[in-house]
């Protein structure tokens, strides 16, 4: 009954084919066979990659090494998305080669930042202790 607001999971297969990309696309920035100029493909980290339910559409989470330049990695990456899904077709062996959208991800800040957060209510707990 109080199950119907839930979002319906990501199925098996959905996460198969995600790690299966992932795992791809990983090797190909690392030995740089996608030849995508202006940018060393050797320093861009892929964290997570999301397919659709038709798994014809995967949203590609990167970050480049140090977090540096983010938004300029992506916006890159997106313009030069056709190398990259020409050559994750040469390694991939799958009905449909999912079309690739890159996304910067920001969970690594988001975690510094929850981080921070807690540290702070521990420091505001123990000065509330030495007070009362």
Known sequence: MGNQNIQKAFSQRQLRVGELVKQNLGQLFIRNEAK?????SKLITVTEVRMTPDLKTARVYVIPLGGIDTKETVKILTEYSHLV?????KRLDIKFL???????DNS????????????????YDKEKKRYN
């Not at 995508?36 to 060393?40: A, E, G, K, L």
């Not at 999912?98 to 910067?104: D, G, H, M, Q, S």
């Not at 988001?110 to 702070?120: F, L, M, S």
């Open 108 to 123: 690594f800040e988001y975690a510094e930042k929850i981080e921070k957060i807690i540290k702070k209510n521990k420091e």
């Open 36 to 40: 995508i100029p202006s940018i060393n």
């Open 98 to 104: 999912p079309k690739l959208t890159f996304v910067e």
């Open 85 to 89: 899904r020409k050559a994750l077709s």
